[in-house]
């Protein structure tokens, strides 16, 4: 029905001077946009702005924040009038964000908030039979709040913090300013007759695994208002699960719940541990036999607690653990950000790249940070498929938020009610969380005023936790994120950030000043092993992305290190942060090629050596999410897929070390090594493991078998060497396969990567054409070959493993794929260190 949308801009207020608004009015010399979209993909679209991406043209957009920006829609109604039990309803599911919407020239009403829908009742103002018009004008975001408010901004650009809209659109440590404008969802004009369905809420209350049964229950939410009579609703899960409830009452609400017990249920559970089965869920609203709405979706059945009760192995400390179906798991994923700065124009096929791609990397969460947007549909739907659970933020980040505006309290709860509503029943949702690093961040600035509480408390203490209690009940509510314990980030308890790495942090207590060391030692990543937390929800190392992306954005003579383009693609401050790192691991590099590969081989190392730890420490540790799996543009930042998605080598690290089954070595205070297996498989483990300790230039030093045992959802030593056994020094390694194989093969180190002895070895390689969309990579190595990566300049290029090491004499074949269209193996290149 809205498919023919217009847009024009104007100075504020001279599209309300000139009639704009008007049922009638000439747009004849108006853009044709898409709707859903944004005001900056349409104006790319026309050749109205050059791209934002490239080099620095960011700053050339800057003038759309001062303008108003009207859209216009025609449309016919039927002839035929709404009867007395009828209404018509005009829904906007998303508005980005201020804007005044008028119906055939008269006013229909303002809304201010990006994040939950507007609906108005347009019964009494459609032309029947007729062509209809719509105009929304949309204000500059900044003409609609209190310049000088006082509400401190952490992150970046203090105004976005009275406005409830995407706060990274106003700029972060790795995001452009462009904040978004426009109708960022779909609008759909219904037709309702006597009642609707308001929401439908599916639950599962209880599984008895021993009798293979499990109770859930399916809430019914109508609103009735064009009889009084009793309504009916049919229920029906997957093919032969039926119910019927009647719903009735003095009131215009009205709700009813249906308790099912479901016999050998298909559990959903994450695509690690079993099959994320989904049922087709219906409800059919009837009266009187006439059918008056339905609702239709896909549910889970499954369980989700948060576990925190004592360790009574780490004394004074509890618990973060998630438990799926009755099983703790150990959360292996990242933190996800929208995947566009134009968060309007997303289409489902990035969500489904992004989304296999974290599922085929092992992951098994993701979280949507707080600086963000509550994803579209499609995101949660494919999370519900692909098996992987959500932590969901509140749209709250790095920021006080004002409290004394009734106004805006009413909006965050009339948000917070709906985005709520909308996901509660997806079994992918494992966690409601208020913030991202509020309560943490007030405490630092001020940590020597006690009594100084965090503004926006209300909407995390009270607001947020009420409206999860009353509309989910069953989904666990954390107040922020890092929260718990001595110091909001804690490692005795709840969930924390590990920006000790990279950004210079120190473990501190309440009351305790802030330390910052920004030195090459400071921001190493061997701190990790200092940290004894019991979930790590954020943590990362920039790196540049691939060469092929940098060339996208970064004119030819800005192609190198530190260069204004590329520092202006880096939102990071200081710039040198990455090159710190690089000292410690790498050294700096000479030319952009080594900066590619130095800032990645920093960045997947420590990725590495912290997975690694922290997976280790299960169950007192469980859980880790990097920052971060995406990107919004194309970046320098803490992304393992850059924004075209291309995978960094952090990526392929991650893939390897969040394997189900890992073995990773652990040197010790004394010089020896340990060797752990950490199994979180629901079975058992038997294996032959072959160790080897070996030089980069003369082979293996020796080679032992063990036989090992490890139990499922476990992690202990299999076996331990001593300092004099190993000798450790830069000219060799230790490795570990598995004969099963059961596990991948891993190494150890005992340098860092600039202080190996070793000469950089070339393998050889033969490319085997199976068809035109496949390709089988041989290799073979005549020595110790490390970082040895594939590179294809075709971002449909799918590897079977990439940024590997290998060892004298083994051989290796790497898959090769495209959904999309040929590969061209003259394109293939080969890279190593």
Not at 265 to 286: I, M, S
Not at 553 to 574: R, Y
Not at 695 to 716: K, L, P, R
Request: contains cysteine; proline residues 6%; aromatic residues 12%.
């Amino acid at each position: 029905m809205f498919d023919q949308w217009k847009l024009q801009d104007f100075a504020p207020g001279e599209g309300v001077d000139t009639g704009t608004f008007a049922a009638t009015v000439d747009d004849s010399d108006w853009l044709h946009v898409e709707v859903p979209g944004d005001v900056h993909s349409a104006l790319i679209a026309a050749g109205r702005i050059a791209d934002p991406f490239y080099d620095r043209n960011e700053s050339a957009c800057a003038w759309m924040e001062e303008r108003e920006w009207w859209y216009r829609a025609a449309f016919d109604v039927p002839a035929d009038p709404c009867q007395p039990d009828e209404r018509y309803r005009l829904v906007f599911h998303g508005l980005d964000a201020f804007v005044t919407i008028w119906l055939n020239g008269e006013l229909l009403g303002r809304h201010g908030n990006m994040f939950r829908e507007a609906v108005f009742d347009v019964t009494d103002k459609l032309r029947f039979g007729e062509t209809n018009t719509l105009a929304l004008c949309f204000d500059p975001p900044l003409s609609q709040v209190d310049a000088d408010h006082p509400f401190v901004s952490w992150g970046r650009n203090e105004e976005r913090v009275v406005m409830r809209k995407a706060q990274f659109g106003y700029g972060w440590d790795w995001g452009p300013r462009l904040p978004t404008i426009g109708i960022w969802r779909p609008v759909d004009l219904r037709r309702e007759r006597r009642a609707v369905i308001r929401g439908v809420h599916f639950t599962t209350l209880a599984i008895n695994h021993d009798e293979d049964v499990a109770l859930v229950t399916v809430k019914v939410e109508v609103d009735r208002f064009g009889s009084q009579k009793p309504v009916i609703a049919h229920i029906q899960l997957g093919p032969d699960i039926k119910q019927v409830l009647m719903l009735d009452g003095d009131t215009s609400t009205l709700s009813a719940t249906a308790y099912l017990t479901i016999k050998n249920p298909e559990l959903w559970w994450t695509h690690d541990l079993g099959h994320p089965a989904l049922y087709d869920l219906q409800v059919t609203l009837t009266q009187d036999n006439n059918q008056l709405d339905q609702h239709n979706s896909q549910v889970g059945i499954r369980t989700i607690e948060l576990d925190q009760s004592p360790d009574m192995t780490e004394r004074g400390t509890r618990f973060f653990r998630f438990v799926l179906n009755g099983v703790p798991i150990f959360a292996k994923g990242a933190n996800w950000i929208p995947a566009d700065s134009f968060v309007g124009s997303i289409p489902t096929d990035r969500y489904e790249m992004l989304l296999t791609a974290a599922r085929d990397a092992n992951m098994n969460m993701l979280r949507v940070w707080g600086g963000g947007m509550y994803e579209h549909n499609a995101f949660y739907a494919l999370c519900d498929r692909l098996g992987l659970l959500v932590w969901q933020d509140f749209m709250f980040a790095c920021a006080m938020y004002p409290e004394d505006d009734p106004l805006f309290v009413a909006e965050v709860e009339a948000e917070a009610r709906y985005q709520v509503r909308r996901l509660r029943s997806h079994p992918c949702l494992a966690l409601w969380c208020g913030n991202n690093e509020n309560q943490w961040i007030h405490d630092i600035h001020h940590w020597d005023q006690p009594d100084n509480r965090v503004s926006g408390a209300l909407y995390y203490d009270r607001v947020l936790p009420e409206a999860v209690a009353e509309l989910d009940g069953h989904t666990p509510y954390w107040p922020g994120s890092p929260y718990g314990g001595n110091d909001h980030n804690s490692m005795a308890d709840g969930d924390r950030h590990n920006w000790d790495v990279w950004h210079g942090g120190a473990p501190r207590r309440f009351g305790e000043k802030p330390v910052i060391d920004r030195s090459p030692a400071g921001v190493s990543y061997p701190r990790y092993a200092d940290d004894m937390g019991r979930f790590i929800s954020e943590f990362g190392m920039h790196a540049a992305p691939v060469r092929e992306t940098l060339e996208r954005c970064i004119p030819p003579d800005q192609l190198f290190h530190h260069s204004p383009s590329m520092d202006h693609h880096n939102k990071d401050n200081p710039k040198n942060k990455g090159d710190n790192l690089m000292l410690n691991v790498t050294g700096l590099p000479q030319d952009l090629d080594e900066y590619i590969d130095f800032s990645m081989i920093a960045q997947a190392e420590g990725l590495k050596f912290g997975i690694e730890h922290f997976r280790r420490r299960k169950p007192h540790c469980s859980g880790t999410l990097f920052w971060q799996l995406n990107d919004c543009w194309p970046v320098l930042s803490w992304s393992v897929l850059d924004y075209y998605g291309f995978g960094k080598a952090g990526y392929y690290y991650a893939r390897r070390v969040y394997d189900p089954v890992l073995a990773s070595f652990k040197q010790t205070e004394n010089g020896g090594v340990e060797l752990w297996v950490t199994n979180d498989t629901l079975c058992d483990i038997v294996d032959t493991i072959t160790v080897r300790l070996g030089t980069f230039d003369a082979g293996v030093v020796w080679e032992e078998q063990h036989a090992i045992q490890v139990a499922a959802n476990n992690s202990h030593v299999v076996c331990r060497w001593a300092h004099d056994t190993i000798d450790a020094g830069p000219d060799r390694y230790m490795s570990v396969t598995s004969a099963g194989p059961i596990f991948l093969r891993n190494r150890l180190f005992f340098a860092a990567i600039k202080d190996l002895q070793r000469e950089p070895v070339e393998p050889d390689m033969q490319i085997e054409p199976v068809d035109a969309q496949h390709l089988n990579v041989h290799l073979r190595s005549p020595g110790y070959a490390y970082f040895v990566h594939l590179r294809l300049p075709d971002v449909a290029a799918r590897f079977s493993d990439n940024y590997f090491d290998m060892e004298p004499g083994e051989e290796r074949m790497i898959r090769v794929s495209s959904s999309t269209g040929p590969l061209d193996p003259a394109a293939l290149t080969l890279g190593w260190r």
